[in-house]
């Protein structure tokens, strides 16, 4: 028997530049062992985009 958990709720509030850039490292990993650099580098760097673009906001 197939045993679903339940969906996770959905949150109202956008993720943080670090929950993003985190969760677009995850996804250029991903990519690197699915045999796709050139998409791993593009998302690496939108993730450091995301963390700078950040940085500047703060100030």
Do not use: F, K, Q, Y
Not at 3 to 18: D, G, I, K, Q, R
Not at 26 to 51: F, I, M, N, W, Y
């Amino acid at each position: 028997m197939l045993h679903l958990s339940p969906p996770e709720p959905a949150h109202s509030a956008a993720p943080t530049p670090l929950v993003l850039s985190d969760r677009l490292i995850s996804l250029a990993e991903d990519a690197e062992r699915a045999g796709l650099p050139t998409t791993a580098t593009r998302l690496v760097r939108l993730a450091c985009a995301v963390l700078d673009e950040s940085r500047r906001a703060a100030h």
